[in-house]
């Protein structure tokens, strides 16, 4: 399957030195809003085609699907021109900024009988999956407790009045859309749409959210969210159950699961990765685009949706 590749950055090579794995995997072409960008990340993997020029990358006939790695803001609008245009896509979440956003994307996947699918990885992990299975042994569910705080490199230059992208809420960017929905995705996945929601947010000076919490209420139990890119947190996430605990070491790349019971027995749910993290979505990807599915089972649109509803807010 031939890959167009937007988005020139440390996230899209990682996607591809991952996918490179899959037997069926290839990179028809790569995008840049630049020529020189494009060229010298092309030439990096071996990619004749370059194009500045959209719309002829998707008419070109280099491209099956396209992996939309772009500044959040512009995904809609990118993912919508593939899709029109009978290219599947696996885009880089958030899907959207915005909940009609994202209803026009699914009604578009839908319409053209095209492949869509959020790129949110740690949900299709071998881990994670084995986690949806056993998660009935803590009982009944009390609380989740999931955080991703990682102090972003981007605040040292933000701090030296040097604004970049990762700081701009006109590209759709900060704490919680960057890091936050690493957490929100999966608590959807294992528990759905919460009933209420609070919300609370720490605002630099750009408009970005620099960092925030939430708190997900489900009648009974209840969610925990809290995420930064202006501080570190090294504690693993939970899933408190009355019959014991599951800890989760990293929720945005979850490998070591350990099921704790009460009475001091525990249980490694974790699945050894034989792949890079990334590697499982591209899998799941292509498995659709092949059963000519326009959505994962996994990660469906309406979990996208559903994301995108509580990022919005």
Request: proline share 3%.
């Amino acid at each position: 399957m031939k890959f167009g590749i937007i988005g020139t950055n440390w996230i899209t090579d990682r996607f591809i030195k991952a996918a490179k794995a899959h037997p069926e995997f290839s990179i028809g072409a790569v995008y840049s809003r630049t020529e020189e960008k494009g060229k010298e990340f092309a030439a990096a993997y071996g990619v004749e085609h370059v194009y500045t020029d959209i719309i002829k990358m998707f008419r070109s006939g280099n491209i099956d699907a396209v992996y939309i790695a772009s500044p959040n803001s512009f995904h809609v609008e990118q993912s919508i021109l593939a899709i029109e245009n009978g290219i599947h896509v696996l885009c880089e979440k958030p899907s959207a900024v915005s909940v009609d956003e994202m209803d026009r994307v699914i009604e578009a996947s839908n319409q053209y009988g095209v492949t869509y699918m959020e790129a949110m990885k740690s949900t299709v992990t071998p881990s994670f999956l084995n986690l949806k299975k056993n998660l009935a042994k803590i009982g009944q569910i009390r609380r989740f407790v999931f955080h991703y705080n990682q102090y972003s490199s981007r605040y040292d230059k933000y701090k030296d009045g040097i604004i970049e992208n990762a700081f701009k809420p006109e590209l759709g960017n900060g704490a919680k859309m960057d890091l936050g929905v690493y957490c929100i995705a999966p608590i959807v996945h294992l528990a759905g749409e919460p009933n209420n929601v609070l919300r609370n947010s720490y605002l630099l000076s750009t408009g970005a959210d620099g960092q925030g919490s939430m708190i997900f209420d489900y009648n009974g139990k209840e969610a925990v969210i809290m995420y930064s890119k202006i501080s570190d947190s090294y504690l693993p996430s939970e899933i408190q159950g009355e019959n014991g605990v599951i800890e989760i070491d990293r929720i945005s790349d979850p490998k070591q699961i350990v099921l704790r019971y009460r009475d001091g027995k525990t249980e490694d749910l974790s699945v050894p990765h034989e792949f890079d993290t990334m590697y499982y979505e591209l899998e799941e990807f292509i498995i659709c685009v092949n059963k000519q599915q326009v959505e994962s089972a996994i990660n469906t649109h309406e979990i996208s949706r559903q994301v995108v509803k509580l990022l919005e807010g």
